[in-house]
Structure formats: C-alpha cells, structure tokens
Nanobody, 119 residues
Framework: QVQLVESGGGLVQPGGSLRLSCAAS????????MAWYRQAPGKQRELVAA???????NYADSVKDRFTISRDNAKNTVYLQMHTLKPEDTAVYYC?????????????WGQGTQVTVSS
C-alpha cells in the first residue's frame, strides 16, 4: 500500500507562485505514475499534471507552460511548481499514485491541499 501526504497549499495573489509537495511512503516501488489532480466545488476532479516512472510528463491544456511537475526519487516526493496563478486555478489539489498492472489498476490519494488564488 501507498500513503501520500500533500503540503504547500495556501492563499496566493493572481500572478503568484506556489510549490506543492507530495511525499509517498509504503510500497513506493510499485508506483508507475504520479499525478496531481484538482477539484473545485461543484466541478469534476480533473487531471492537472502527471509524471511516469520514466519521467515522461503531460499537462492539462489550462496549465501548460505555467505548471511543472517533477520528482525526487531519493525523497519519494513529487512536486508541482505553479507559476502565473489565476483565480480559476483555485481548487483542492490532490496527489495521486497509480499502480498499473495487467489485470488491475490501483489508485492512492492524498488528503488534498487547498490552493486559493485571489486578490
């Protein structure tokens, strides 16, 4: 099993920056993909960014060129560096760890961290 703990959320002004961290523990060797999702009230949870075990990345169009996902394998930690934040980025951000196998897929979730972009 995998446990995830997010940190780094908070209140920031439009145009500002934040860096979110997600520390993984447990069976970290089994993780294929790490990702950040976000969910605003009344909205669907959406993928923000993902990074694979081979360091391939992908981003939602809405955050492309503003957010960067990265990992530190030695620390079992994934980061989301967010720049030029906009009010529409306001949401609870969740860390996700994906275990992909032939016959099943498992997903582990952090507790979420609030990001609020407002003046």
């Amino acid at each position: 099993q995998v446990q995830l703990v997010e940190s780094g959320g908070g209140l920031v002004q439009p145009g500002g920056s934040l860096r979110l961290s997600c520390a993984a523990s447990g069976s970290v060797f089994s993780i294929n993909v790490m990702a950040w999702y976000r969910q605003a009230p009344g909205k669907q949870r959406e993928l923000v960014a993902a990074i694979t075990s081979s360091s391939s990345t992908n981003y939602a169009d809405s955050v492309k060129d503003r957010f960067t996902i990265s990992r530190d394998n030695a620390k079992n930690t994934v980061y989301l560096q967010m720049h030029t934040l906009k009010p529409e980025d306001t949401a609870v951000y969740y860390c996700n760890a994906g275990v992909r196998r032939t016959y099943n897929s498992l997903d582990y979730w952090g507790q979420g961290t609030q990001v609020t972009v407002s003046s």
